[in-house]
């Protein structure tokens, strides 16, 4: 049998590494599609001669019956702001978008909005009420719930206030920080249809209110026709139960809305003819417009992206050549249906490669692959959604509302790369 | 403004127990769509007046960085068979299958199999090299794959030894067991086709060996038209980095072939003229016929379907009444197009409800919602493919490849429900 080489032995082989080096030193930069290199010549880039790693057995399959990412991304975690917010209980954390790749944000990464802390709840203690205008009040366990046909729906969920910082310019350092308050998971659970059918409702209901079992009993209102439409009362999150912080062990999921709405640790849902205009849908989570007057409600999340790399937390570490940007697009009325990026500050928009499954009201994950110069640089997103509409600027939003607003801040964001590929949250007109 | 309701309490306010214990008594087991009940109307099903968690501050947002599962979830992990194999570094543990829902799987409880225990890699000292028949050997670290162009896929990912133990019947009790070495994910990663255009294939190159860098450098033989058309380098799973045990920082994804052929901690890829017979692939994970003749290679997992709820770790917990029969399909060659059921051993069977997203070679997720009465039950499902192929009987696959195999294994499996809901693996013919 013919064979490509003489010995099938690893690259730490000694007696090889003449070869390679004359390889590599051969290759050099790329031509053809211009968009990669090898790591260069340099005898200092070859690995060790043999790595403990191939020496070695590593652990076996008992070592972490539920298992943990690797030590060297310790770094990828959700974090939070001290100052943002008067205690840790009513308080935020931001999911590390610049470190994730893809539509799926992994359960230990989702971002954290809590208005009372975390409700520990045990699952056999859970219950559901449904009262109000119904025909008949009904309370059911977990293990009713699971008695009703399940579906499986991949959507994003967004702070209200995500980028909220960024109504008066730019304020943090990374995209973590400025708009880290989205995550986007596979969610398992029963149409709230279903429940609302069972207990059968009256001809005058309009609205329902979901309360949640969190020591801020947190609610809001959402009118009959999104309870009926594609809202979920779910258990599971990516395949297994919600995480405590996300719910556990139920939460209602109300597609492409804000996410306050989304209520969490879900104890009772009432059925009501008007509103209730509660705490979280009056003082909080409405536009104050520049007369001081609020709107009323602003339910939907309206179409917004982001570059995740590079961005200030995840600079340029190369010279120049071949580089990848990429970044995440949402709409919460449907799918995305096109992403522009500029690297020079909208004097030339070039449209960005979408890559994965295009899901409605999911995160949409883009590329745009180009050769840096070395050059700064000016970079910005901006999402086009199948409603036809298309992602203002920052400016734009603040001509229709002012600048009281913190909620429902969807402008375009704009990072400014230094020679030096280091990255800044900048903004410009 | 006119409510529903007088209090705007909780379901655990004392002055309205009684309502609601009238309201519950009211509405009884549930007519109509007939797929759900109330929890009854026992007093004892009722929450505790007012619980902890709704009076209490929770946990912050600085509780945990790195989220983890309700400690109530402490069962769902994945769980080895002591006596399967002869070392715990060369083993297997399985994914909990009947603990988890939807299509994807969370990168904790992802099923492991290593030939020599876990590689724990250092990211900066990663290489991959690209050797063999190629114009320009090529060495890259973990930052060079990162300037390629990406994709994101969610396959699944299936050992060839899946289901091995039940070629000579019903062995172990749990789809955990049975049907546990497979787990679905969303990967990121370069195509390996643009690698291999980078390092320039000679017109000879018609196969490829990845090689792993663990203690038992895995190596299989991929032939080159598999290589050039969905073969991916994946630095990510469902958004995160790798994790240590399914090959951080970089693996090889075959999507619909057999998993020993996605090399983890891959280190290099030699092309070739011809296949290696690695140990592999010749001594292990060949079908081993009657007269002791092994078939050479067989690398695409064929549609494949089990009951994950009810089955044995799954039983049905209540009594007759509305229940949800639910499970996973797949296929190594494209999309599932169908699922049936069956109750009574296949004597009738019933078209399940896909829910979920269609995507090749990935899991899909089924439902059937039925009425138990209560009566023992013989459960099958049976999955059908984009290709036509249907999934065989276990006896359809003996009758050709006899008893001696381990390997490929894509029988219909049978659950035994008995009267007190508890459930059995058994075989019929």
Chains 1, 2 share one sequence.
């Not at 917010?85 to 308080?91: L, V």
């Not at 702070?159 to 909220?164: D, I, K, Y």
């Not at 995480?243 to 640790?265: C, D, I, S, T």
């Amino acid at each position: 049998m013919s064979r490509s080489s003489k010995s099938h032995d690893g690259p730490a082989n000694p007696s090889r590494r003449g070869l390679l080096k004359a390889g590599i030193a051969g290759a050099g930069l790329v031509a053809g599609a211009g968009l990669a290199r090898a790591a260069g010549g340099d005898p200092a880039n070859l690995p060790p001669n043999v790595a403990d790693w191939s020496r070695y057995l590593g652990p076996g399959v008992d070592a972490a019956p539920y298992g943990m990412p690797s030590e060297h991304e310790a770094q990828v975690v959700r974090r939070s702001v001290e100052w943002l917010t008067a205690s840790r209980e009513s308080s935020i954390n931001f999911t590390p978008l610049h470190e994730l790749d893809g539509i799926i944000t992994p359960n230990g990464l989702c971002f954290e909005r809590h208005h009372g802390g975390v409700a520990e709840m045990n699952p056999t203690d859970y219950r559901l009420m449904i009262n109000g205008l119904v025909d008949k009040p009904l309370i059911f366990t977990l293990e009713d719930l699971k008695r009703f046909p399940r579906v499986n729906r991949l959507y994003f969920l967004e702070c209200a206030a995500n980028s909220g910082m960024e109504w008066r310019g730019a304020q943090l350092n990374g995209c973590q920080f400025t708009h880290g308050m989205v995550h986007c998971v596979m969610y398992t659970g029963v149409p709230l249809k279903y429940l609302l059918e069972e207990a059968g409702l009256k001809t005058n209901a309009k609205w329902i209110m979901p309360e949640g079992g969190d020591a801020a009993g947190m609610n809001r209102s959402v009118p009959i026709e999104k309870a009926l439409d594609d809202c979920i009362v779910a258990f599971k999150m990516n395949g297994e139960a919600l995480r405590p912080e996300q719910g556990y062990p139920a939460r209602l999921v109300v597609p492409g809305w804000e996410g306050n709405m989304w209520v969490k640790w879900l104890r009772r849902i009432e059925v009501g003819d008007m509103p209730w205009h509660a705490r979280e849908e009056t003082s909080k989570y409405t536009d104050l417009l520049e007369g001081g007057k609020a709107r009323r409600f602003t339910w939907v999340m309206d179409a917004k992206s982001v570059i995740t790399s590079p961005s200030p937390q995840a600079p340029i570490l190369h010279a120049k050549g071949a580089t990848v940007l990429t970044g995440l697009a949402w709409s919460g009325n449907g799918r995305i249906t096109r992403v522009d990026v500029t690297l020079d500050g909208g004097k030339n928009w070039h449209e960005a490669r979408i890559d994965g499954p295009s899901l409605p009201k999911a995160l949409h994950r883009f590329y745009f692959e180009f050769d840096w110069d070395g050059s700064e640089l000016l970079l910005q997103s901006r999402a086009h959604d199948e409603t036809g509409y298309v992602q203002p600027t920052k400016d734009a939003l603040r001509a229709v509302r002012g600048t009281n607003s913190i909620y429902h801040n969807n402008g375009i964001q704009t990072w400014y790369v230094k020679a030096d590929g280091g990255v800044e949250n900048v903004e410009i007109s």
